[in-house]
């Protein structure tokens, strides 16, 4: 199972629209909501997985928009997911970035940061949004 992880490209978001609206209770976030710098993992040509991460003025990052093509079921898809976040940590390490932050709601995707190491705060969150 050899996976490659890639940059994310202004193509790819059609595609990720897509798989946002597919999967029940997505909403395909704009394209003005999303930063330039986000990850696709892949498997013999195949799109599998895809994150995007915002850089701040701090040394603090946000892995966001982790969402997967509904279309691959093959049994190494959850290896796929925790290679996407492995290597999207380690380009932030390189960037020197030393916190790291998501949000998920979805427990396999809360499953698989856990067996990475992340801490998950036991009281869910909201994501709180306003359009200016």
């Given at each position: 199972?050899?996976?490659?992880?890639?940059?994310?490209?202004?193509?790819?978001?059609?595609?990720?629209?897509?798989?946002?609206?597919?999967?029940?209770?997505?909403?395909?976030?704009?394209?003005?909501?999303?930063?330039?710098?986000?990850?696709?993992?892949?498997?013999?040509?195949?799109?599998?997985?895809?994150?995007?991460?915002?850089?701040?003025?701090?040394?603090?990052?946000?892995?966001?928009?982790?969402?997967?093509?509904?279309?691959?079921?093959?049994?190494?898809?959850?290896?796929?997911?925790?290679?996407?976040?492995?290597?999207?940590?380690?380009?932030?390490?390189?960037?020197?970035?030393?916190?790291?932050?998501?949000?998920?709601r979805h427990p396999?995707?809360?499953?698989?940061?856990?067996?990475?190491?992340?801490?998950i705060d036991p009281?869910?969150?909201?994501?709180?949004?306003?359009?200016?």
């Open positions: 199972m050899k996976f490659n992880v890639r940059n994310l490209t202004e193509n790819d978001y059609s595609t990720l629209v897509e798989w946002w609206d597919w999967w029940p209770g997505w909403v395909a976030p704009p394209k003005t909501f999303l930063p330039e710098t986000g990850l696709m993992v892949t498997k013999d040509d195949k799109n599998i997985a895809a994150c995007y991460y915002y850089l701040t003025n701090s040394k603090a990052a946000f892995i966001e928009w982790i969402i997967s093509n509904p279309q691959y079921r093959d049994k190494d898809r959850k290896q796929a997911l925790g290679t996407l976040i492995t290597v999207a940590e380690q380009v932030l390490k390189k960037l020197g970035v030393v916190h790291v932050m998501t949000m998920s396999s995707l809360l499953k698989i940061h856990e067996e990475l190491g992340w801490t009281k869910p969150s909201h994501e709180i949004i306003k359009n200016l």
